[in-house]
């Protein structure tokens, strides 16, 4: 019956995002292009922090001419990545909305969600009804063949790790020992040839308190080429967006349905990163992906550790 029911509301999904999409402009910029596309390994984007709710027209319509945007490329994306948090609430018109909108657009060959703590009830939710639904959303809309809110994918040969809340939280990330375990199993496959490996979650590991902080931080710091990338400030674009943080490089998403009026720079205004892999670097590009512009003064090329 549930998976009748899931079928039912993604048909519905697909119309009603069908409608709203009369309302969608694209922003008009020329197709974005990787810094050196014969040598590039993988090319992805990465957004958080979408909030899509059910009765903001106005914000569906921004995050839709967004993914137009990264859709607009030269060449296909290997991936688009959002961190979490994609929902308000995590209501099912929201999902609807949320997965309806990036299945539509399809701006990469692979779509990967992570999930973000007002997905799961901002620490009022039942945690278990919300996670059930985020999940089925993810599986429905995109095959991820996932059934919890930690996995991972392997994309062009390198490991793409999200790992998840396990409880309905606001600020601090709940995490089981399972959930450790599995990272630490992970990291081993994925650093066992030598190449960058990127983990993916909605919640910072270097600001918040939390025992769990430690316990990702002993394992991560273990490695070589470790990129953890994560959302929920909703900071825009600053001098402390990419730090290293115990050996490990930290990358911080602002909030990609933030669209400031008073932003002349776009460094709050629709931004998401670009990540580009060679054999020799790694590179993340920040976007504003409302007006169709690249934010040089936030490029970040980091070596590969050999």
Known sequence: MTNILYAIRRFL?????????FGVSKNGAEPHAVLDE????LSAFIA??????GNQYGKFKNFSRMLYDIKNGTTENDAVVFLGDNTMNGQNIENMFFFGALSKVSPAKNTIVALGNHDVGNGEGNYNELIERYLAYNNMFFNAGISKPYF????????????????STSNEMAVTQEQLDF????MDLATAEGKPVFVFNHHPVNREEGEYVYSIINILESYRNVFYIYGHTHWPLYSHTMQVYDKVHMLNVPMFTSINPED?????TGVAFALEVYDDSVVFR???????KWLENYTYTIPIEK
Not at 13 to 21: D, H, K, N, P
């Open 286 to 292: 920040a976007r504003d992906c409302y007006d169709g």
């Open 264 to 268: 002349t720079t776009g460094e709050d």
């Open 48 to 53: 958080s922090d979408a909030h899509i709710e």
């Open 38 to 41: 014969e040598s590039c390994r």
């Open 13 to 21: 999904a697909v119309m009603l995002v069908g409608i709203m999409f």
């Open 152 to 167: 991972y994918k392997v994309i062009n040969g390198y490991y793409f790790i999200m790992l998840g809340t396990e409880a």
């Open 183 to 186: 990272l630490r199993a992970t």
